[in-house]
């Protein structure tokens, strides 16, 4: 099946620092979902993104679908931006999400 | 309505209780998944219903059984747990299986059903 890695697995940031995080996976998909999932176990959609680049607030992300690879960027981080942060992708061949490993993230004050 | 409802949030069975998780969308999806999350690893497919039919199990073990009575529920009846299946149970739901989910907003989860067995 189609695997998903991330990095960096850990990150910890002051408040007011920008971030990089990275997906690769290795096969063609139709669908890259970047998630954030809270305390309580709740999976936050942030992009829908399986190509090109979009725009939220603070949070951007591009996928190159191409080179196989999605960048989530977080620009002026702040304490509830704490959390983990997952990549998923559905490949051509599987109807459901396969997930990264995730990275997680911690914003200190 | 962009919500998936997942109840109960938390459940405590014995290992020879029946039990059930009930998942629920009024989105139009039709394509909906059970999903089994343990504590700091990433959520692992189970089940895949498309247009009310399973279409994925993940070589799940019987004792977790998926129904789908219409195109709106899902349910997962737990019968004879062992306390290593105490996880994360997350609900999603997709536009379509098998085609990235819906143009714009994908697959949506429910907040899930954390379940301890003793």
């Known amino acids: 099946g189609i695997q998903v890695e991330q990095s960096p697995p850990d990150l910890i940031l002051q408040e007011g620092a920008n971030s990089t995080l990275r997906c690769n996976f290795s096969?063609?998909?139709?669908?890259l979902q970047w998630f954030h999932q809270n305390p309580w176990g709740q999976l936050i959609n942030l992009f829908y993104i399986p190509s090109g680049t979009k725009q939220n607030g603070r949070l951007s992300a591009t996928t190159v679908a191409t080179e196989r690879y999605s960048l989530l960027y977080i620009s002026s981080s702040q304490t509830t931006d704490s959390g983990v942060y997952f990549c998923a992708v559905e490949d051509t061949g599987r109807r459901a999400l396969t997930f990264g490993s995730g990275t997680r993230l911690q914003v200190q004050p | 309505d962009t919500e998936v409802t997942q109840t109960p949030k938390h459940l405590v069975m014995g290992m020879t209780n029946k039990k059930s998780l009930k998942c629920e969308q009024h989105m139009g999806h039709r394509a909906m998944y059970w999903y089994k999350q343990k504590a700091k690893k990433p959520p692992e497919l189970m089940f895949v219903y498309s247009y009310e039919k399973l279409s994925i199990n993940e070589s799940v073990p019987s004792r977790f059984s998926p129904e789908c009575p219409n195109s709106s529920l899902l349910n997962l009846h737990l019968h004879a747990l062992q306390p290593e299946d105490s996880a994360l149970y997350l609900c999603a739901s997709s536009q379509s299986a098998g085609t990235g989910g819906s143009l714009n907003y994908g697959y949506t989860f429910g907040s899930g059903t954390r379940l301890t067995v003793v």
């Open positions: 096969d063609s998909v139709n669908n």
